[in-house]
């Protein structure tokens, strides 16, 4: 089945300054990738995702880059603000819509 | 647009007790999945139902845990009996039956077992 690595586990980073989240993913036959950000308390929320036919998305200061080569995708928060910290969790669907996620990243902006 | 609903919020239980959750999902969504997550990690897939059928159930410990979805609509997880381990959030979620779609989530249930 699919296996989904998520790295760092723990970010810290000075407001206004950028993060970066990298996972890679071992199921070839995956074909979107979602972000969610996740507070305490809550369910998972869909921040941005992306499809196997495109290789870049941006939304406002969230981005998204997949390397479907390497199989690897990466997430990239630029001027960071004390409300972005949570924590994060890529994801890879693949076939039947099974959703594998990695292991998340708990993200601190200290202001 | 309602989002998924889940109840109850949170339930404490004796081990080798019973318990039950329950999902609402999205109206028209046609999948529904149930995750478990232990504190401090990701979300692990449990069941997947496709309308009605189950399409993944490889992780769900079936000795103690089962589920339905009865109409294809709301569901049901069941742990039966508890073991300490079991302690988790239990989130339900739901997407449409189309590819490269998101699923959303409920809030969750908080299980603690003692």
């Known amino acids: 089945g699919e296996n989904v690595e998520q790295h760092p586990s723990t970010l810290s980073v000075q407001e206004g300054d950028s993060a970066v989240i990298k996972c890679t993913y071992s199921?070839?036959?995956?074909?979107?990738f979602p972000w969610y950000k996740q507070e305490l308390g809550k369910g998972p929320q869909l921040i941005i995702d992306?499809?196997?036919?495109?290789g870049e998305k941006k939304d406002q200061r969230i981005a998204v880059t997949l390397n479907k080569t390497a199989k690897h995708f990466s997430l990239h928060i630029t001027e960071t603000q004390p409300e972005d910290s949570a924590v994060y969790f890529c994801?890879?669907?693949?076939?039947?819509?099974?959703?594998?996620f990695g292991t998340g990243t708990k993200l601190q902006v200290i202001p | 647009e309602a989002g998924v609903a889940q109840s109850p919020r949170y339930k404490i239980i004796e081990k080798r007790q019973s318990v039950a959750f329950w999902c609402n999902p999205i109206?028209?969504?046609?999948?529904l999945y149930w995750y478990q997550q232990i504190l401090g990690q990701g979300p692990k897939l449990l069941i997947q139902?496709?309308?009605?059928?189950?399409?993944?159930d490889s992780q769900l410990p079936k000795d103690r845990f089962s589920a339905e979805r009865l109409k294809g609509v709301d569901s049901t997880l069941k742990i039966q009996p508890a073991k300490l381990e079991d302690s988790a959030v239990y989130l339900c979620?739901?997407?449409?039956?189309?590819?490269?779609?998101?699923?959303?989530f409920g809030q969750g249930t908080r299980l603690t077992v003692v």
């Open positions: 979620a739901s997407s449409p039956w189309d590819l490269g779609t998101e699923a959303f």
């Open positions: 199921d070839s036959a995956s074909n979107y």
């Open positions: 139902f496709q309308n009605n059928g189950v399409v993944d």
């Open positions: 992306i499809r196997s036919n495109v």
């Open positions: 109206s028209g969504h046609a999948t």
């Open positions: 994801a890879a669907r693949g076939g039947y819509q099974k959703v594998t």
